[in-house]
């Protein structure tokens, strides 16, 4: 039985999966975004979220706890560098899983996972988007009534001008 085992196998021996998951880490690390399917992405993010959480404090033994993690200087590096720097403020949910469709294939569910702060795109398209108007849930039959007076009104002028 299944019961209280939390995090996904991935159909790996502990080994293997552990090595997938550093390699995976450490590439999102790198390069800010990979593609990858859905399982993964998910098992990826339970593992890259607490070491981008250790890595808000720069100390010796924080970057030695996520090295042990990520065996990769250069991830390492980066993420205590610029990463912590850009999620300082950030209290959680570090990456986004977009998803893309299935895989021509097999027709596995493939997605992208992302770092958060570094989607220019969407943090453009955040600081354009207007704030959200307030809406009553019974507003809206009052809007419909004025908006047919406002419209016979104009009809009226109309007729009147001909």
Known sequence: MRHRKKFNHLGRKSAHRKAMLANMASS???HKRIKTTTAKAKALRM???PLITKSKDDSTHSRREVFSHLRNKFAVSEL???IAA???DR??????ILKTGTRLGDNADMCIIELVDYNENMLAAKETKPAAKKRSRRGGAKKTAEAATETKAEEVEETKED
């Open 28 to 30: 999102l690390i790198l």
């Open 47 to 49: 593992f890259v979220e």
């Open 86 to 88: 850009k999620v300082a």
């Open 80 to 82: 205590f560098r610029e």
């Open 91 to 96: 209290p959680g949910g570090y990456t986004r």
